[in-house]
Every structure is written in C-alpha cells, then in structure tokens.
T-cell receptor, first 113, second 112 residues
Framework: DGGITQSPKYLFRKEGQNVTLSCEQN?????MYWYRQDPGQGLRLIYY???????QKGDIAEGYSVSREKKESFPLTVTSAQKNPTAFYLC????????????FGEGSRLTVL | QQPVQSPQAVILREGEDAVINCSSS?????VHWYRQKHGEAPVFLMI?????EQKGHDKISASFNEKKQQSSLYLTASQLSYSGTYFC?????????????FGKGTHLIIQP
C-alpha cells in the first residue's frame, strides 16, 4: 500500500540534543512537507521541498533543518537551537500540482525533558 | 496570515447538521479542508478553487465565496464518524500546498 511512514512515533530528548525525525513516502510524489502541531494552534509549516536537493523555509523554520537527497525521503532535524521543540510533527507529501492535496503520515510526538 | 475558523467547537446529536466557516483577510486562490481525529493524521476532505472548481469526497459539501473571502463546510445528517477537528487551509497565490496557511481548527463532537 502506498503511503507515508514517519518514525519514531514517540521520541524523548534531553535539552541540548539534536534529534532527527524520519519521513519516507512511496507515493512517487514530488513535493514533501513538514508541519508542527501544537494544541489549539493548527498546523504550521516548517520546511517544504518540491524537488530533490532543493527545499524552502516555511513559516517557522528557525531551529530546524532538512535534507532531500532522495525523492522518497525528507528527514527533519530538530536542533538544540529550537527553543520549544516539544510538539507533534507531521510529514506530508503531494503531487506538487496547484490543487495541492496533502497526504499525511501518522506523526511523531517529540517530548523534550 | 492565519484564516479564522468558526465556531471553535460544536457538539451535535447524531443526525443533526453543522456548518463550519473559514474566513480570510486576504484574497483567496483556494481553500482546503481536512479532518483530524485525535492522535491521527489529518485526512483530506475537499479543495475549492477560485473560479468554481472543486475536488473532494462525494459526501462532503462546501462553498467558496471569493468576494467575501470565505468558505463554509456543510456536514449534513452527521454520523458519529464525523467527530474530529476540522481545519481549513488557505492559499492566496495559487501555489497549492506550498502556500497553505491553516486555521486553528474547529472541534466537532457528535453524540449518539
């Protein structure tokens, strides 16, 4: 079955540590996205990528980094510079057309201790 | 700029109807609707584009008023499975998902 796989589902991190969240898709989609979700805040865009080896900052990119070395993979690193990293992170992909239907993964919940 | 959704929350009995609104202060190219159940990924419901084009599930209906920069999602004869948080996303430039800004969500609870 085609879809988006995020791992890990739950992650605990000590302050000052970097952590990388994995996102893999087998939908053959060109575009991939990372969103952050906090209670009562909706979805906020962190980074997105339309093609391999290219990505753009979203609304809240500070403290995060990404790479897009393969079409199917778009990992997100939450760095120690991110001041409030505890959140639910969602990865999504789309065909990259103007209608922009997003297909989401199950999410990764990061807790900083 | 984040769209404003209303109401913030609504509780219905099974079989009742609901309307969820999404409004923007800027001209809209398209409006996207998603539903998220607790602890799960958001699921696509519908996209409404400037000029009248729509794409979405047959059982969901929505409207898009370009002049008023508003969209409404209509849930008729609600079922228990409709419970969840509904998000609208607004696109102002035609960039599809790249330019989407999501509202804070409307929590819908359907009771038997």
């Amino acid at each position: 079955d085609g879809g988006i796989t995020q791992s890990p589902k739950y992650l605990f991190r000590k302050e000052g540590q970097n952590v990388t969240l994995s996102c893999e898709q087998n939908l053959n989609h060109d575009a991939m996205y990372w969103y952050r979700q906090d209670p009562g805040q909706g979805l906020r865009l962190i980074y997105y990528s339309q093609i391999v080896n290219d990505f753009q900052k979203g609304d809240i990119a500070e403290g995060y980094s990404v790479s897009r070395e393969k079409k199917e993979s778009f990992p997100l690193t939450v760095t120690s510079a991110q001041k409030n990293p505890t959140a639910f992170y969602l990865c999504a992909s789309s065909m990259g057309d103007r209608t922009g239907e997003l297909f989401f993964g199950e999410g990764s919940r990061l807790t900083v201790l | 700029q984040q769209p404003v959704q209303s109401p913030q929350a609504v509780i219905l009995r099974e079989g009742e109807d609901a309307v969820i609104n999404c409004s923007s202060s800027k001209a809209l190219y398209s409006v996207h609707w998603y539903r998220q159940k607790h602890g799960e990924a958001p699921v696509f419901l519908m996209i409404l584009l400037k000029g009248g084009e729509q794409k979405g599930h047959d059982k969901i209906s929505a409207s898009f008023n370009e002049k008023k920069q508003q969209s409404s999602l209509y849930l008729t004869a609600s079922q228990l499975s409709y419970s969840g948080t509904y998000f609208c996303g607004t696109d102002h430039s035609g960039g599809g998902a790249d330019g989407l800004t999501f509202g804070k969500g409307t929590h819908l609870i359907i009771q038997p």
